[in-house]
């Protein structure tokens, strides 16, 4: 019997001098600097209303808004309670912990200052920018919660299952036992689905698809941004049922439901909103 894939990635990809650059933080910029190309060339079509530095404004705010609110969001959906009892941890980025919905969050509020006070519609920034962001979702998925040995599926006897050095079962093992009950198959069934790549398929390849395409010429308005809801929405629902629960947090509903699919339910609905609210304007519009 083959053994299952044992993940031996370093988090960390170089040292430069005494400070160490891991394959997380080098996922972020990835995903800033994607979007900010994509960015820069889709305002070359006039018909989606920005400039150049329009596209650059929204991509540096998007980032700081998009960690501003993706450490709330984990501070009061996944920490609450060392929130509470230790309020400054949430300045602490580099121990990790994002929500993508508290980003998410962070990202529409800081859209929405910024279209204000530069004289835009809120959601004609939020159908420009939603597109730019789901190869970004992807490459924190493979390089930082992936390579980074975090995040890990429920356990599984399927062929795809995985072994992570990091998972409850095998955090004791110093490295030489762990590889020698690896080596002896001693380790097989308590492998894991390795839920970060599903995640990095559906959010990094399957959105940004249906993005770019359902993007490429002009929709109604907020019909990209409720796509983009919608879509992200059921992809990560059902992904879910694979993805190991926080632990401090387990199972939050009904013994099955976990806080991300907690928190996609409201995304979902406030998606299927947008788009029938864009479609139904658009179709008065024709008629008037």
């Not at 070359?44 to 991509?59: H, L, N, P, T, V």
């Not at 993508?100 to 920018?129: E, N, P, S, Y």
């Amino acid at each position: 019997m083959a053994l299952p894939y044992l993940h031996q990635i370093d988090p960390i990809l170089l040292h430069i001098g005494p400070l160490p650059l891991r394959w997380y933080g080098l996922s972020y910029l990835f995903a800033v600097g994607f979007a900010y190309y994509l960015a820069t060339r889709r305002v070359r079509d006039a018909w989606r209303g920005f400039s150049r530095q329009d596209a650059e404004d929204m991509c540096y705010l998007g980032l700081l808004s998009g960690v501003l609110g993706g450490r709330i969001g984990y501070a009061l959906f996944y920490n609450f309670a060392e929130f509470q009892t230790h309020p400054l941890s949430i300045l602490k980025v580099w121990d990790g912990g994002m929500s993508f919905h508290g980003g998410l969050a962070g990202v529409i509020i800081g859209l929405a200052i910024w279209a204000r006070r530069h004289g835009h519609k809120t959601f004609a920034a939020l159908d420009f920018v939603a597109p730019l962001i789901p190869v970004g979702l992807g490459a924190v998925r493979l390089f930082g919660n992936f390579f980074g040995g975090e995040l890990w599926g429920r356990r599984t006897d399927a062929s795809v299952g995985m072994l992570f050095p990091r998972q409850p079962e095998l955090e004791s093992y110093s490295h030489e036992a762990l590889m020698q009950a690896y080596q002896s198959g001693a380790l097989n069934s308590f492998t894991r689905h390795p839920s970060q790549l599903y995640q990095a398929f559906f959010e990094g390849v399957v959105l940004a698809a249906v993005m770019w395409f359902y993007t490429v010429k002009p929709r109604p308005h907020r019909a990209a941004g409720g796509m983009f809801a919608v879509v992200y929405g059921v992809q990560r629902f059902i992904v879910e049922f694979f993805r190991e629960p926080d632990a401090q947090l387990g199972f939050v509903a009904l013994k099955w439901l976990t806080m991300g699919q907690i928190l996609c339910l409201p995304m979902i609905a406030f998606g299927l909103w947008l788009i029938y609210v864009a479609y139904r304007d658009a179709g008065r519009d024709k008629a008037a």
